[in-house]
């Protein structure tokens, strides 16, 4: 059976340019981890709580390979396409079948899948995330379904990409170096989350010096 494990986490940044490192989307969803086994696949978040139940649709992660664990942010989109953080938590916080089954009709969610941490039982934590996302793209493009998607990246052009994913809506980007390996549970410099920085608010006295 393979580990539960924590996911690994990012810290703050600002927009760069690195051939060294990955350029993805920050999509703004739930994070989650999936385990498929012979005989059943489970979902789980960031403090361990089990969501499987909630997300039957996702039982489509079963035609992955047997001994497979993603890492990935659960997203539900606006009528434009978008994720939209809060309808995704109006679904998430429902426990009954009955009311599942219904926002299963009206709110489908899609896992975008960014890396891959065991394969058919091969352990890849230690393996650069360069090849761990090659071997992640080729099992999603062999499944071909609307509900999992690979996460994009571009090499290179970080602020280029930052300033396009604000354009359209995004909350920001997520950099990641290519040799880094996955490291459950801690947050490391290898991965680097980039968001508008907010704005200063400034005090009475301030604005009146």
Partial sequence: MLPRLAPMLAVPATPFDSLE?????KWDGIRVLAVVETACWRLWGRQQADYTDRYPELEILRRLPAGTLVDGELMAVDAEGRP???????????????????????????????DLLYHRGRCLLKEPLARRREVLAEACRRLDVAELLFSEAVIGPGMALFAAA????????????LTSTYRPGRRSVAWRKIKPRPMKTYSAREIAS
């Fill in 166 to 177: 604000l354009a359209r809506g995004h909350e920001g980007i997520v950099a990641k170096r």
């Fill in 84 to 114: 939209e953080l809060a309808r995704l938590l109006r679904r998430h916080g429902l426990t009954s079948g009955w009311k599942i089954g219904l926002a299963q009709r009206c709110c489908p969610v899609q896992y975008v899948l960014f």
């Fill in 21 to 25: 490192y990955g350029f993805e989307i």
